[in-house]
């Protein structure tokens, strides 16, 4: 019987270590041998100018999929926003708990609190590339989102569009990973606005580049109905964390 992507991920315990002790290295590595780096110091410390600015174009209650140790849930959370992030992973939620934000430990593809009722959905951090299937993940965020909602994605900083197995390694030598492969997914920008283009269902709002990092926002195609009553900060207010 295969292992779900959100199975295999949780159960990589060099990425439970990496975030418990707030360093690498850390890879995703391919079936070939080919090694992506994963960024554990910039993802467990404080939100940088960079993650800022992107925080700044959330609009209402936010959900960041993939959140990691949390670090821009505590920043919403701290600015007073109503934020939820979900994770597969429990080092993860914990981390995120412990910086001050509310989590859940959850696949995306998973029942979610509030769908249809999130103003803006993050997949930073390379996260658009969650379970190797970009249009089932864009639909799945189109159902959780309002109608007329934001997406702010993370894209790859070259122009790539990919699609593989890959494991959580914690270095460069074969035998340093996890036991199980997930599938994954590599955007980089131009790819990304081809998956959301006509009759996608999106529409761009905007991209930039910051730090060396690509960004794209793109907004839900469906209007909001007058009859749908507006959000508020009980989104999220009876679900535990952790």
Same mark, same amino acid.
């Given at each position: 019987m295969s292992t779900s992507p959100a199975v295999a991920w949780a159960g990589a315990d060099p990425y439970a270590t990496a975030l418990r002790t707030g360093r690498g290295p850390l890879f995703l590595r391919r079936a070939d041998g080919w090694l992506l780096p994963l960024e554990v110091e910039r993802w467990c410390a404080r939100a940088d100018p960079v993650d800022q600015a992107v925080l700044d174009r /959330?609009? !209402?209650? @936010?959900?960041? @999929? !993939? /959140? !990691?140790? !949390?670090?821009? @849930?505590a920043e919403l959370a701290a600015r007073g926003r109503t934020v939820l992030g979900i994770d597969v992973s429990e080092a993860a939620v914990d981390h995120t708990v412990r910086y001050g934000g509310q989590a859940l430990r959850r696949s995306v593809f998973e029942p979610l609190p509030g769908e249809g009722r999130w103003d803006t959905v993050l997949l930073m951090d390379g996260n658009i590339g969650i379970g190797g299937d970009p249009h089932a993940l864009l639909d799945r965020v189109a159902g959780l989102l309002v109608p007329g909602g934001l997406l702010i994605a993370e894209t790859a900083a070259v122009d790539v569009d990919e699609r593989s197995e890959v494991q959580v390694v914690a270095g460069t030598e074969a035998g340093t990973g996890g036991d199980a492969a997930f599938p994954w997914a590599r955007l980089g920008t131009p790819a990304l606005l081809r998956y959301t283009g006509r009759g996608a269902g999106w529409r761009p709002a905007g991209q930039w580049t910051a730090g060396g990092r690509r960004f794209v926002a793109l907004r839900s195609r469906r209007a909001r109905s007058s009859a749908e009553p507006p959000n508020s900060t009980a989104l999220i207010s009876s679900q535990r964390a952790g």
């Open positions: /959330c609009e !209402g209650a @936010v959900l960041d @999929v !993939g /959140c !990691g140790p !949390g670090r821009l @849930v």
